[in-house]
């Protein structure tokens, strides 16, 4: 490859990059935001990292720009409660993010968020902790299946 050009499937990558900037230009900054100590930041990352996927996912959905700020504010809600949670079990830090994520949402619904929010707020919340859970299962790496 020549310097200043690139290709398309890295024009598309710096183009994804940039739109997640733009949907969320503090993202970096959640894990320190969600932490209630120190020892919360580790964890807050590996959730982000977790999330990362699932919003660059979004982003390639078309869909629009009202709908991504709410999934959005929704992931940004999970993860806050999540540490929370954590502090009641503390044994869940212990485990990978996927798992610890997972344990929050799945085919239904996801936490109930503390403090309570509307019921429409709540069905909103849980819309996106559905997408989140059929794309963590449907992207996780499944082990072999033997006879």
Not at 90 to 99: D, T
């Amino acid at each position: 490859m020549m310097i200043g050009q690139q290709s398309v499937g890295e024009t598309a990558i710096m183009a994804t990059a940039e739109s997640l900037a733009t949907l969320c230009p503090d993202l970096q900054d959640w894990p320190q935001r969600w932490s209630g100590q120190p020892s919360d930041l580790a964890l807050g990352v590996r959730i982000l990292d977790c999330f990362q996927p699932f919003l660059l996912h979004l982003l390639g959905q078309g869909l629009t720009t009202t709908t991504l700020r709410r999934h959005r504010d929704h992931l940004w809600m999970l993860g806050g409660e999540i540490i929370r949670r954590c502090y009641d079990e503390p044994e869940l830090r212990r485990q990978s993010a996927a798992k610890i994520v997972l344990r929050f949402v799945d085919d239904d619904c996801g936490p109930l968020i503390w403090p309570r929010i509307t019921e429409r707020q709540q069905d909103a919340f849980d819309a996106t902790c559905r997408k989140l859970y059929q794309f963590l299962i449907t992207n996780s790496e499944r082990p072999a299946q033997h006879p």
